[in-house]
């Protein structure tokens, strides 16, 4: 048994091939800490299902070895690898009620009886469904029955969790609201849990890390806070949140900063140089839209440009704003919605600026 600063779950030299020439996982080592929500995420075909599935044991390995608790898995049927799975679509036995449905792993595991009524009455607890015990899944609501999938996961104490999309037959409102209730249940038990999806907005949520995935490869493997606000390559910049894209060749450099010619005649950008290669190579700049500031100073800012206004679109918090600078017509500015903004006008000339340390130089995306 791993010790308990091992990681839970670890990958080694994974590959995985259906065919046995394409390669849909490329190489995967990573590890997954005891007790974190890990979520894998990524565009339909990256790989991130893939890798879920291999570690419940739906999928074997081509290549490489999977450990859970410091153990090799690869060779265990998924019934012995004692782990929790929540799918999209439930997996609910119909003919059974609810308290049923949780018995289930309980029976198989071949616990009494007394055990069984103590741990789904927690189970049930857990997900406020308390009174809900003998009603079966048809005469429940799909969040009901979502939940009554994350209790019956989580009934028989697994170390590890998987879920699979498990919030994509909801509808927004619901789906926001589990993704809450499923981050709180985590806090409160510490479970490892491994999540996919392909939705951003929620691993952002959730997430103490994600493994952003594209091609079978992982492109960035960080906190939240650190993907969205340092992406490493263009790919992540541009999957991870909103971003305005500049492409153009770099014309001076250091180890530090550099200045882009961006195409179309759209100007000179300083910016961050972060995975770039040398003076005459391309690059894409990445910049978020809220760290556009509107009328800034003149000299305030390294980077100011004259910019039109194309779109206004009301969102309540903020006003976005898109304006054709620097070559691009798709580029766009998040304007607090506060009583002392100025208001601009659609084809207003407006300047905008920002910083050198918030244009990150990424690899050419083109």
Known sequence: MAENNDPLVRFVDIQKSYDGETLVIKNLNMDVTRGEFLTMLGPSGSGKT??????????????GEIYLNGQPINN???????????????????????????????????MDKEECKRRIKRAL???QLAEFGDRRPGQLSGGQQQRVAVARA??????????????GALDKNLREQM????KHIHEELGVTIIYVTHDQSEALT????????DDGIIQQLAPPSVLYEKPENAFVAQFIGE?????????AADKEHCQVEVDNGGGLIHAKSVNIAGVGERATLSLRPERVTMEPAEGSLPNIFDARVQELIYLGDHIRTRVTVCGNDDFVVKISNSARQTVFQKGETVRIGWEVEDCRALDPSD
């Open 50 to 63: 893939t890798c879920l599935m291999m570690v419940a044991g739906f999928e074997p390995a081509t290549y």
């Open 76 to 110: 265990v049927s998924p019934h012995k690898r004692g782990i929790g799975m929540v799918f999209q679509n439930y997996a609910l036995f119909p003919h059974k009620t609810v308290a049923e449905n949780l018995a289930f792993p309980l029976q198989v595991r071949k």
């Open 125 to 127: 607890d857990m997900v």
């Open 154 to 167: 989580l009934v028989f104490d697994p170390d590890l969790v998987l879920m699979d999309e498990p919030l």
């Open 179 to 182: 993704q809450f209730e499923i």
């Open 206 to 213: 959730m997430s103490n890390r994600i493994a952003v995935f």
């Open 243 to 251: 971003n305005n894209r500049l492409v153009g060749t770099i014309v």
